[in-house]
């Protein structure tokens, strides 16, 4: 389905559908402004914990709250009509049991209008994954290098580099793709293992410091854009240098500021 004929937001279902005949592009949005700017331009949006770094300039995305998920989720379904919106659950708030899991799922899903959630989820998460799409709630399993574990890791490593983590990357694609996940993340993938992972199933797979085999691409919007910080992991390519637009355009308002050529008399009222 090309996004430029699209009048309707695109569902599940026809996400997966793109498999095969489509690449499927995704960015992520957590504003309202940005949402509205990418709705056409994407087939599905990502409202990504990474707000908690991005958005709220915190060490790591484990900060990231459950309220926030849904106001920032909101904003981003409120500002939008035809991407798929995906929201990420954020840590501590579906690993405990299936039925926190769910109980936080459907608070998402019910109190943004999105369409989908998307989870953290290795083999060990797999029963969670099963218990949630069986109760109707659809579920993106990201895998590979996942942020949540930074403590674990030790940090944010690549992840399928040797024969030992390739095996346990392909055997968590299996378990959660056949507790019914709906497509894959991959994010941090060596890149031999996210083309076999996506060569061996029928749901879409969508990289990030992936691989081009992938069925999608994601990538953080203020990378894109070049609002993403200092550190520029590997996988990102930077398309604008807004941070330098936005710099200009605010240090001239300054200086009309300054020496009075802002405002006008056309700007001001009852002139
Ligand atoms: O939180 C996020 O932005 C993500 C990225 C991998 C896209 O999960």
């Known amino acids: 389905m090309s996004t430029h004929i699209r009048n309707r937001r695109l569902t599940v279902p026809q996400l997966v559908a793109m498999k095969g005949r489509q690449k499927i592009v995704s960015l992520t949005a957590y504003s309202s402004a940005i949402a509205r700017v990418i709705d056409p331009l994407v087939d599905f949006i990502l409202v990504g914990d990474s707000t908690a770094m991005v958005g709220y300039g915190r060490a790591s995305t484990l900060g990231m709250r459950l309220d926030e998920t849904i106001a920032h989720t909101r904003a981003v379904v409120d500002s939008t009509r ?80 040797c024969a030992e983590s390739s095996a346990a990357l392909r055997a968590d694609a299996r378990a959660t793709l056949q507790a019914g996940a709906f497509g894959l993340l991959l994010e941090g993938v060596a890149e031999p293992v996210a083309r076999a992972i996506t060569e061996a199933t029928d749901k879409p797979t969508i990289g990030i410091g992936a691989s081009p085999a992938c069925d999608g691409q994601i990538l953080v919007t203020e990378d894109v854009l070049g609002l993403g910080g200092e550190h520029v992991p590997r996988f990102v390519k930077q398309y604008a240098d807004v941070a330098q637009v936005i710099s200009e355009a605010c240090a001239r308002f300054g200086e009309e500021v300054r020496d009075g050529t802002f405002p006008e008399m056309r700007h001001c009222y009852g002139v």
């Open 82 to 161: 035809l991407a798929c919106v995906i929201a990420d659950m954020p840590f501590g708030s579906y690993q405990e049991s299936h039925e926190q899991a769910f109980r936080n799922c459907a608070q998402v899903l019910a109190l943004t209008g999105c369409d989908a959630v998307k989870l953290e989820a290795n083999q060990a998460l797999a029963s969670t994954v099963e218990f949630l799409v069986a109760r109707g709630i659809p579920v993106m399993a990201h895998i590979g290098l996942m942020p949540q574990f930074v403590n674990v890791m030790g940090g944010y490593k690549a992840q399928g580099l």
